[in-house]
């Protein structure tokens, strides 16, 4: 079994103790050689300069290859789009378009008087300029504003119709719940090799299973006593990484062969997974005798 392609995703500092942290995630991560990675977005685009200002600075610094998260939320089309040629003007040319997640606080999405109203709306406007690489978000699970499963999918086909060309998943805790969504898409007439799923490795179990909760991601019952005894007797570190190596290694014996990684800016726990699965760092030319 080969390899998997691997990226990683970051979410901006938004201070001096933060960039250091971005600083180390990227260093521990970098020598992967990941297909690309993305800088998020806050909720109700809170982060959008710091989102920019990171974007920029891992495209000069890094050598890899950057995608910057770009949403709809609280900006006009003609501001939306500038941030977009303000990426393509600095050699950014991947994006990750998302509808975006509305200010906390508020009762849901509500789209800027000039800006755009959905997500497909920005796909479209940034597939007209031909200077993108377009990825878009997926559930496997019903998202919790969607009014069923095959409303999910149906609106996923309209993003990758739109110009989108791979889809990143929210995460997931076992593997059956990605292919069964694979399963239903392939009868939806979308390619299974634009479906990358998201993989978070459980730094703590308590802020994974709440993130999950307001996601509208199931949590398998037998996770909640794994984790207590693991917790109990010190070793839930060695639990996160078995279980995050076991759920990529299944999807790969179903024929994945890209894994996204949700990687909170803790590189640790992602590196050990990915050594798990046999990806080692590339040896750099300097470093040879």
């Known amino acids: 079994m080969a390899n998997p392609q691997i990226s990683f995703e970051f979410f901006p500092p938004q201070n001096l103790e933060g960039a250091f942290r971005l600083w ?14 993305s800088v998020t977005y ?3 685009g809170t982060t959008r300069d710091l989102t920019r200002d990171a974007v920029a600075t891992l495209h000069k610094t890094s050598g890899l290859k950057v995608a910057a998260h770009l949403t709809c939320v609280n900006a006009s089309r003609a501001e ?3 941030i977009a040629n303000d990426f393509a003007a600095a050699g950014v040319s991947d994006i990750v378009a998302l509808r975006g997640d509305p200010p906390k606080g508020s009762a849901g999405f509500v789209p800027h008087p000039e800006g755009f109203d959905s997500s497909v709306a920005l796909i479209s406007a940034l597939a007209e300029t031909g200077r993108f690489t377009i990825r878009v978000g997926a559930y496997p699970e019903r998202h919790p504003e969607a009014a069923s499963t095959q409303a999910d999918i149906d609106w996923l086909k309209r993003k990758l119709d739109a110009g989108a060309t791979e ?10 719940t990605f292919l069964r969504f694979r399963d239903a898409c392939a009868k939806a007439g979308i390619d299974a090799d634009r479906l990358t799923p998201g993989i978070l490795p459980i730094e703590n179990w308590k802020g994974a299973r709440n993130f999950a909760a307001r996601c509208g991601t199931s949590i398998p019952g037998w996770l909640d006593d794994a984790f207590e005894k693991a917790t109990r007797d010190n070793r839930a570190e060695l639990l996160s990484t078995a279980l995050c190596t076991e759920l990529c290694s299944d999807l790969m014996d179903e024929g994945v062969s890209r894994l996204h990684f949700y ?3 803790r590189p640790e726990l992602t590196r050990d997974v990915c050594h798990a699965l046999g990806v080692q760092p590339k040896v750099r030319l300097e470093n040879v005798a």
């Open 263 to 265: 990687t909170l800016n």
């Open 42 to 44: 806050g909720a109700g």
């Open 24 to 37: 180390d995630t990227v260093q521990v991560l970098a020598p992967m050689a990941p297909r690309f990675v």
């Open 167 to 176: 889809a990143l998943t929210q995460f997931f805790f076992e593997a059956e």
């Open 80 to 82: 939306t789009m500038a």
